[in-house]
């Protein structure tokens, strides 16, 4: 299993490397590198001026020191970057769907139908998107507990959220 590498938050603009002041909105973004994906956040001007290429973004803001994270992820946002990793074949990449299956499983955004092996000999699950009326299939990359557990907290660091 890759090790990722997520660094947190430096309160900073990656682009200007201008702080972020309480209450900034800015958008968090994974970028794919040459080491896997990395989050990085852009003010709000940065992004509209640099349209920087990312991966996946979201909407934050800064919070007060010692305060409650304000986190502008929600539901949607966490289908709409399922759905990007569809086609998606690197096994860091895999494994990150997976876990977020499990968490949108959890939020009851996806309910398990049935599994089969695919032509690679994988595992395949077939899932139903809840209020939808559609299939998305996932591919289970049989990790443990403990990996399962370090990545859900990997995904939570990148997402600035309690998974």
């Given at each position: 299993m890759a090790d990722w590498q997520i660094s947190k938050p430096l309160g900073q603009c990656y682009g200007t490397n201008q702080p972020f002041e309480v209450g900034q909105e800015y958008y968090a973004a994974l970028v794919e590198t040459d080491e896997g994906l990395e989050r990085r956040d852009f003010s709000c001007a940065y992004w509209q001026e640099a349209q920087p290429p990312v991966y996946c973004f979201w909407k934050s803001r800064m919070p007060e020191e010692g305060g409650k994270k304000r986190l502008l992820v929600d539901d949607e946002m966490l289908m709409a970057f399922f759905d990007?990793?569809?086609?998606?074949?690197?096994?860091?990449?895999?494994?990150?769907?997976?876990?977020?299956?499990?968490?949108?499983?959890?939020?009851?955004?996806?309910?398990?139908?049935?599994?089969?092996?695919?032509?690679?000999?994988?595992?395949?699950?077939?899932?139903?998107?809840?209020?939808?009326?559609?299939?998305?299939?996932?591919?289970?990359?049989?990790?443990?507990?403990?990996?399962?557990?370090?990545?859900s907290g990997q995904v939570g660091q990148i997402l600035q959220v309690d998974l």
């Amino acid at each position: 299993m890759a090790d990722w590498q997520i660094s947190k938050p430096l309160g900073q603009c990656y682009g200007t490397n201008q702080p972020f002041e309480v209450g900034q909105e800015y958008y968090a973004a994974l970028v794919e590198t040459d080491e896997g994906l990395e989050r990085r956040d852009f003010s709000c001007a940065y992004w509209q001026e640099a349209q920087p290429p990312v991966y996946c973004f979201w909407k934050s803001r800064m919070p007060e020191e010692g305060g409650k994270k304000r986190l502008l992820v929600d539901d949607e946002m966490l289908m709409a970057f399922f759905d990007r990793l569809a086609e998606e074949t690197e096994t860091e990449k895999v494994q990150f769907r997976f876990v977020l299956t499990l968490i949108l499983m959890r939020k009851r955004r996806l309910k398990y139908d049935a599994s089969r092996t695919d032509e690679q000999e994988r595992e395949v699950w077939t899932l139903g998107v809840t209020g939808q009326d559609r299939q998305v299939e996932v591919v289970n990359p049989h990790l443990t507990e403990d990996q399962i557990e370090q990545l859900s907290g990997q995904v939570g660091q990148i997402l600035q959220v309690d998974l």
